[in-house]
């Protein structure tokens, strides 16, 4: 897998823009304000009667697509209006299982809050698209690496060389929120232990890069490693998911760890 080289189109000049439709809000009656991610922002597109089911723009709403949009360049510099547009690429399945769309909506909070890279751009497209090609475990590789990238670029990423209270680099048995990474089997203490393979799991994706990902994409990635991620976020950023909690819901259990 490559980085990114050829960025979404915004032509602002002649009002076009293509990204992905991160979610929809009603506004007014029958008008809706979309949210578009492009490779480098997030931007809010006032769509004036788009929830009309006699709507020509209606399908350009749907979340989990990727559309191409023409607007009015001169209507607002804060809010972009609508005219028409197309579907470049629809990943409805996604709407179709409830753990998906926990996962998503997950994802587009994160990234609302922290903003988009062109690296994020591409693996929340490739979750999307990997899930719709029912291809559930690579679809949570991507978004395991969006939640590891949006820590890294908060700086809240997790120790993954070493024990963090000793700096030991072998007998690696737990991790630790409070300690802020990796444990060796001496400083574990009542944190539970975690299989091999999910410390493996866990240390990859917060190494390897977006453009080698398909070396690590075989490798068994969780829901438990995902939602571990997600409380790792929770943990230092003092806020809370609610679409977190309804995802250890959909899953049975609260895990603490891939571990357990």
């Not at 994160?110 to 679809?139: M, V, Y």
């Amino acid at each position: 897998m490559s980085s990114p080289t050829n960025p979404p189109l915004w032509d602002r000049e002649n009002g076009k823009i293509e990204g992905l439709v991160l979610s929809v809000m009603d506004y007014k009656d029958h008008d809706g304000i979309i949210k578009l991610a492009t490779d480098q922002e997030v931007v809010s597109v006032y769509a004036r009667g788009i929830q009309k089911a006699t709507s020509k723009n209606r399908r350009l709403f749907a979340p989990y697509s990727r559309v191409l949009l023409n607007y009015d360049p001169k209507y607002s510099s804060s809010m972009l209006y609508l005219i028409n547009g197309s579907v470049i690429a629809s990943y409805y399945q996604c709407a179709g299982s409830l753990e998906m769309q926990c996962v998503s909506d997950l994802l587009v909070t994160l990234i609302k809050r922290h903003g988009i890279t062109p690296n994020i751009f591409c693996a929340l497209e490739a979750c999307w698209k990997a899930f719709q090609d029912h291809d559930e475990n690579r679809s949570r590789m991507f978004a395991c690496w969006i939640v590891a990238e949006i820590l890294r670029n908060t700086g809240t990423i997790m120790n993954v060389d070493e024990c963090s209270v000793c700096g030991r680099t072998d007998r690696i048995a737990s991790i630790g929120e409070e300690e802020g990474g990796f444990l060796c089997l001496e400083h574990v203490g009542n944190h539970p232990f975690w299989k091999k393979d999910q410390l493996l799991a866990l240390r990859r994706i917060v190494k390897v890069p977006f453009s080698k990902l398909d070396r690590i994409a075989d490798m068994d990635w969780s829901m438990d490693l995902l939602i571990f991620l997600f409380d790792w976020y929770v943990y230092f950023n003092d806020i809370q998911l609610k679409s977190l909690d309804f995802l250890k819901m959909l899953c049975g259990t609260k895990p603490q760890s891939p571990g357990n």
